[in-house]
């Protein structure tokens, strides 16, 4: 089955911490994927990365970065977390571009910044 | 550019028929998705289409028509557990797996 794992369900952080949000999947998929997601405002791409070490900006970028040093693993780091970025994050996964190839989920991560 | 419209909110009343519809703009097309979101939890895969036509997967069925940038969800014999976000996306042509989502269709269903 199909298996997209964040590390952190529900978090509380305060203004000015660094957040490592973390996503696993077991799918060996090339394609890895953060969004945010706000009410009234659906689903934002902030950063999406294709291979290993390779990663590109989405929409959104603007307070984030992200890390991915191995092929399973693609991290959110919010450098200096501010109210407005609090959110619920996506992580998604998906194989490489092709017709029908769809994205998986996460059961996402529910940030609170205070 | 790229832009996806959906009606923000639909209530319908189970055991009933509902259509909730997506209309797109894309440059380029590699297809459309459909997902399901039940509060709390992440979007779950409902359908692809691709070619014009209706697509029928059990109580749920999809259609597309890509000269009109349209596409509809058709969700039969509704139940409660129906009642549910629910996002049409489709790729962004020529950037590897990035979809964009509309804001999502908030469907209740009533008894």
């Known amino acids: 089955d199909v298996k997209v794992t964040q590390s952190s369900r529900y978090l509380v952080k305060r203004t000015g911490e660094k957040v490592f949000l973390e996503c696993v999947q077991d799918m060996d998929h090339e394609n890895m994927f953060w969004y945010r997601q706000d009410p009234g405002l659906g689903l934002r791409l902030i950063y999406f990365?294709?291979?290993?070490?390779?990663?590109e900006k989405g929409d959104i970028p603007e307070g984030y970065s992200v890390s991915r040093e191995k092929k399973e693993r693609f991290s959110l780091i919010l450098e200096s977390a501010s109210t407005n970025q609090t959110s619920m994050y996506l992580c998604?996964?998906?194989?490489?571009?092709?017709?029908?190839?769809?994205?998986?989920f996460g059961e996402g991560s529910w940030l609170t910044v205070v | 550019g790229q832009n996806i419209d959906q009606p923000t909110e639909m209530t319908a009343t189970e055991g009933a028929i509902v259509q909730i519809n997506c209309t797109y703009q894309t440059s380029g097309f590699n297809g459309l998705f459909w997902y399901q979101q039940h509060a709390g939890e992440a979007p779950t895969f409902l359908s692809y289409?691709?070619?014009?036509g209706l697509e029928e997967k059990g109580r749920f069925s999809s259609f597309l028509s890509r000269s009109k940038g349209y596409s509809y969800l058709l969700l039969k014999e509704l139940q409660m557990k129906d009642s549910a976000s629910y996002l049409c996306a489709v790729p962004i042509y020529n950037q590897g797996g990035k979809l964009i989502f509309g804001q999502g269709t908030e469907l209740s269903v009533k008894p």
């Open positions: 998604a996964s998906s194989p490489p571009t092709g017709p029908g190839n769809t994205i998986y």
């Open positions: 990365s294709y291979d290993v070490k390779m990663k």
């Open positions: 289409n691709v070619l014009d």
